[in-house]
Structure formats: structure tokens, C-alpha cells
């Protein structure tokens, strides 16, 4: 029941005054939002004053509802925003409602005019459309605010990509050595997965020299630092030591056992020659000739097309690894050539006098990829090598 204390305005002037000030808060709609709240603050107190002690809990209720975000303090989300004025616009209806339900129990409808009851709806009606205005204003700005931000995305991502590719290219830049061919394979584990692969295939050849630098500490045997397989013959060219055996040359499948000695971690030159005229093959380490020997596969010219292999030992064309027979360490500098090369030749290539790249397989970055966690770094300086001798 509306409150008839001393000093109480009848239930028409409260309600007339209710309706003015709700007439100010239609007005204050258009100031900023800060206004809006105090406008909504005032309307709240002339409206508990009207319920009474039947409106307290109620009036409780709207603070808790409002709270000090409504209006004034907005936040940043506009979904937000939207929400808690929907919310306020429900509450005043309700409270509206409340308040002239109470008037129409209690007050005859003699002392009420109708205009008055009309022109409440009427500023309740004006109080609606101006919060529906500020809604649709702010779901605009929030479509908007969607719209600037995908487009922003969109350009930051653009942005981010070009950067991206960017760095690639310095990456890829950065992991070019110095020189192609200053670079080094390392294969540090003894499995069937790490390997370095030759780009290039071999022709038909007579006659081979094969060239390389090694470093390794693996025992028992170093394992196997190169092979060659083609459809038919998967140890056409092998170079392996393997278990307690001497390092030993394949050709055709074919063995001879070589008297070198590289398994003591130190960098070592090593290199082979083999002519398909009776066989014959000499073996070089660190320039000097250490042994010779004929009747390899003789007559068998070394057939073309095959798969060259760092690292294992084919039992297929370039596959059916054995962990037991790969290579562990590090090599660089693997030339082939298609003659048997000098011995001073290969002095001046072990001491560093020249640099000869094979005129078959040259060691160049661009013609050697590496598979299973195998490497590429750049090598030491091939005095540098001759120091470790």
C-alpha cells in the first residue's frame, strides 16, 4: 500500500511527480551516459518513496541488478553494455507496472485520472523507444567494432605472413655456408634412420676414384660411410667396416680387405681407386698409399642409375638399413671421379695444397640431403683437419 504518513503528498501529486521526473529522465536520454545514471538514480529514489515499505526489498533488488557498471561506469564489451540495458529497461517496466498495479488496489480509479494514467504509459512508451534508440545504436557500434576488428586481423595476419616468409628466406639464407661445399654430415647415433642421401646418380664407369674426409670413434667398426646400390646388385660400390672385420671395399659384391686404420676419432682423408681393367685397387690415407691389390670385380664396368647412400648399408635400392652396419661420426668432402687419379694428386688434396671436386659427384650443399636426424654444420678449415692428423 502506497504510505499516507504526515507530511505525504496524496497518491496523484506523488504520481504526477513520478511522471515528471520520468519525463526529465526522457530528456536526460540524450546527454552522455554518465547523465543517464544519475537520472536513473533519482527516478529509483522518487519511486521508493511511492512503494513504501513494500518497495524497499525491491529497491534492493534494482541495486543489486544495476549495480555501479549501469550507465555510468560501461563496460568495454558492447555485448555487455546491450545486455545490462536491456536489463534496466526490463526493471523500470516492471516497477512501472508494480507500482500503478499498487495504485489501481488502492486508490479508486475516480481519483486517478485517466489522462494521468495515459500520460504515464505515454512517458513510459517515450522511456522505451529512447532505450530501444541506444540499444540499436550500440549493437551498430558493435557491428562495426566487429567489422573494424576482423579487417584489422585480417591485416595483421597479412602482416605476420609476410614477416614469416621473411625470415625463411634469412633462415634459408643463414644455412647456406660460406662456400657449398664447406660443410660437414653428422651422424652421431648408430641407427637405421640417420642418413645422407646423393642427389646425383652415377653414370657407367670403368674406372672411379672416391675421396673423403671422416671422423670417427665408433667401435667395433665404424660402420659403413658410403654405399652404392642399383636393381640387381645392392653392394655395386660399399665401403664398410663392420664388428671386429678390417675395412673392407665391395664391388659386385665382391671384397678386398684394406689396411687402413680411422677409427681413433681424429679427422682422416681417405681415398680409393678401382679400375675395371683386372680389377686393380689402391687405398690412400692421409696422402699416403698404404695398400693395392687386383682381381676386384674385374671386367665389370659399375652399372648406372643407382642410389648413393651416407651413412648405411643398402640391402635394397636406397633402403633396408641395418643399424649395426651404419656409420657413426662425421664426414665431409665426398668427390667421385671417373679415373683413377694420380698419387700426387691425392697428396695435394689430403695436405690441402688444391681443392678438387669430383667431376662425377662434387661435395656441394645443394646435391646432399640428410634424413632421420643426420645434420648438416659447417666443417673445420681443411688445415684445421690436417692439425687433428
Known amino acids: 500500500p502506497v504510505p499516507m504518513q504526515g507530511g505525504a503528498l496524496p497518491p496523484e501529486e506523488e504520481l504526477k511527480a513520478t511522471v515528471l521526473q520520468l519525463r526529465e529522465t526522457v530528456l536526460q536520454q540524450k546527454e552522455t551516459i554518465g547523465s543517464q545514471r544519475e537520472a536513473i538514480r533519482e527516478l529509483t529514489g522518487k519511486l521508493s ?14 541495486k543489486n541488478e544495476v549495480g555501479k557498471d549501469t550507465m555510468g561506469d560501461l563496460p568495454r564489451d558492447p555485448a555487455q553494455v546491450i545486455d545490462q540495458l536491456s536489463r534496466t529497461m526490463q526493471t523500470l517496466k516492471d516497477r512501472l507496472e508494480s507500482l500503478e498495479h499498487q495504485l489501481r488496489a488502492n486508490v479508486s480509479y475516480a481519483a486517478l485520472p485517466s489522462d494521468l494514467r495515459e500520460m504515464l504509459q505515454r512517458r513510459l512508451g517515450d522511456l522505451e523507444r529512447q532505450l530501444l534508440s541506444k540499444v540499436a ?5 558493435k557491428s562495426l567494432l566487429h567489422n573494424e576488428t576482423s579487417a584489422h586481423r585480417q591485416k595483421t595476419e597479412t602482416a605476420l605472413n609476410a614477416l614469416l616468409e621473411r625470415v625463411s628466406e634469412l633462415e634459408k639464407g643463414n644455412s647456406a655456408f660460406k662456400s657449398p661445399d664447406e660443410f660437414k654430415v653428422s651422424l652421431p647415433l648408430r641407427t637405421n634412420y640417420l642418413y645422407g642421401k646423393i642427389k646425383k646418380t652415377l653414370p657407367e664407369l670403368y674406372a672411379f676414384t672416391v675421396c673423403l674426409w671422416l671422423r670417427s670413434s665408433a667401435s667395433p667398426g665404424i660402420g659403413t660411410p658410403f654405399s652404392y646400390a642399383v636393381p640387381g646388385q645392392a653392394n655395386e660400390i660399399v665401403l664398410i667396416e663392420w664388428g671386429n672385420n678390417p675395412i673392407e671395399l665391395l664391388i659386385n659384391d665382391k671384397v ?30 692421409d696422402g699416403e698409399k698404404l695398400g693395392t691389390g687386383e682381381n676386384l670385380a674385374p671386367w665389370h664396368p659399375i652399372k648406372p642409375g643407382g ?38 694428386d691425392i697428396m695435394n688434396i689430403a695436405n690441402c695444397s688444391i681443392n678438387m671436386p669430383g667431376n662425377i659427384i662434387p661435395w656441394v650443399d645443394n646435391n646432399v640431403d640428410v634424413f632421420g636426424g643426420a645434420t648438416k654444420w659447417p666443417v673445420e678449415t681443411c688445415e684445421e683437419r690436417l692439425l687433428d692428423l
Do not use: Y
Request: proline share 1%; aromatic share 12%.
Open 49 to 62: 518513496r511511492c512503494e513504501g515499505t513494500d518497495g524497499k526489498s525491491a529497491a534492493g533488488a534494482w
Open 137 to 141: 545504436e550500440l549493437e551498430d557500434e
Open 307 to 344: 642410389v648413393l647412400i651416407l651413412g648405411q648399408e643398402q640391402d635394397t635400392v636406397g633402403g633396408r638399413f641395418d643399424a649395426t652396419q651404419a656409420f657413426v661420426g662425421e664426414m665431409s668432402q665426398f668427390n667421385i671421379w671417373d679415373r683413377v687419379l694420380k698419387a700426387e
Open 256 to 285: 678386398a680387405q684394406l689396411p687402413l686404420f680411422i677409427s681413433d676419432g681424429k679427422w682422416h682423408h681417405i681415398c680409393i681407386t678401382w679400375t675395371t681393367r683386372d680389377g686393380m685397387w689402391e687405398a690412400f690415407q
